[in-house]
């Protein structure tokens, strides 16, 4: 038996970590699915009418992987796993459109996601310099002190570390 519910923005549906027995299918309004990455929410996607979400620890008997929070009043429906699972195994073409919606949300979270936490990633900062070596004609030495003050790192440690992962690297 499906359960219909209406939610307000700001409401929690459900929390990373929190034990899962449900599938959610947007009916309207908006919601987000984020994670916490050293205390900083991480957006993973917004999810609209005809999206479902909390298949990944209903498939699998685990865990929520990340937050659903209302970002815009939502109708919702809940599904059970003993439904899901009922259907799954009665209608193969359901087991067809679950891995096809599975694998292209998994690509588009796992991108969005690593453009999010590469925030200090070490090529970001050689990007930085080749654009102002190569386009700006900035002096080398200026572009490492730029760095070095927007790093809060007046002895260049963080930079010698980055260039030292950039040459380990190729």
Not at 57 to 75: F, I, Q, W
Not at 131 to 146: D, M, S, Y
């Amino acid at each position: 038996m499906t359960l219909e519910k209406l939610y307000y923005t700001g409401d929690i549906i459900f929390k990373e970590g929190d034990l899962s027995g449900e599938i959610y299918l947007v009916k309207a309004g908006c919601v987000q699915i984020f994670q916490l990455h050293h205390g900083k929410e991480v957006e993973i996607t917004k999810l609209y009418s005809g999206d479902i979400f909390g298949e990944l620890a209903v498939l699998d008997n685990s865990y929520r992987s990340a937050t659903a929070r209302v970002v815009e009043d939502a109708l919702i429906s809940i599904i059970p796993k003993e439904v899901i699972a009922a259907t799954l195994k009665s209608n193969p073409i359901w087991v067809n459109a679950l891995i096809r919606v599975l694998t292209t949300r998994l690509r588009e979270m796992t991108k969005k996601y690593n453009e999010q936490i590469s925030e200090y990633h070490p090529f970001k900062y050689l990007n930085y310099l080749i654009k102002k070596k190569l386009e700006l004609g900035t002096p080398t030495e200026k572009i490492v002190k730029e760095l070095s003050i927007f790093l809060n790192d007046p002895e260049y440690k963080q930079l010698k570390s980055i260039l030292q992962l950039i040459t380990k690297s190729g």
